[in-house]
């Protein structure tokens, strides 16, 4: 986070931009360039009194149609992500006071190119090697408070999840202190650094066909949940308990 407008001083409180902020990472460049023309007029605002006034209404339109492109960058951005062959997906749980919460993709099986139906397990998820769980962006595992998920004590925080499923029926559930990347490819030799677990997935069998891939945290008990994936008639899931 910064804020872009260091050099305002006590022409804040004017223009009305005390406490204005903006996340760098989204905004991209252009409120560093609107920064440094911010910096440039400022520079020569001197008195009377009335040229000052009007060139910090000059300003401040500026900074509106800064603002203004911004949130139209931010909402075709938001658009994109929807009309996206794999949507974007969310599955959440509160166990107990404790939020639990999966960001995923959701690709299915009929190949958005061809329209031919593809082949899943052993196909388009290989089996040996890592999936993304999902599609594009790595999957996002968000805990509020600290849980033990498979015999691991993760603390509370944001971690990318990863799965290798193998033909033989088991399956790894790869907890990544990493996020933000791509999903793939992943490079395990430099992402060895970065996981906290390998963790044993159960394999199960869903009642119906499931397309497309989903995703699911659900409560089984006090202080307990599963996190569970599905997709054609196979389901992988891992059970976690609040830690106390």
């Not at 949507?87 to 960001?103: L, R």
């Amino acid at each position: 986070m910064f804020d872009p407008f260091p050099a305002l001083g006590n022409h804040r409180s004017i223009i009305g931009f005390s406490g204005v902020c903006f996340d760098a990472q989204r905004t991209s460049g252009k409120f560093v360039r609107l920064r440094a023309l911010l910096r440039v007029i400022l520079s020569v605002v001197t008195t009377p009194k009335t040229i000052a006034m009007k060139r910090i209404k000059f300003i401040t339109l500026i900074a509106a149609a800064g603002l203004l492109g911004a949130s139209s960058a931010f909402a075709a951005e938001k658009k994109a992500k929807k009309e996206r062959p794999s949507p974007p997906a969310t599955a959440s749980a509160n166990i107990d006071g404790n939020e639990v919460k999966i960001a995923y993709s959701r690709p299915g099986a009929k190949n958005p190119k061809g329209g031919e139906i593809r082949k899943i397990w052993g196909g388009l998820v290989p089996y040996g090697k890592v999936w993304r769980t999902g599609a594009n962006e790595a999957t996002l595992l968000t805990v509020q408070k600290p849980i033990s998920i498979g015999g691991y004590d993760l603390a509370a925080g944001t971690y990318s999840l990863f799965t290798v499923p193998n033909q033989d029926g088991t399956a790894k559930l790869i907890i990544n202190k990493k996020t933000g990347q791509w999903g793939i490819p992943y490079k395990e030799e430099e992402e060895k650094a970065n996981e906290l677990a390998r963790l044993d997935l159960k394999k199960g069998k869903t009642e119906g066909n499931v397309d497309p891939f989903t995703m699911y945290v659900e409560r089984t008990g006090p202080g307990a949940g599963m996190i569970k994936m599905a997709w054609e008639e196979t389901t992988y899931s891992i059970a976690f308990t609040n830690k106390k």
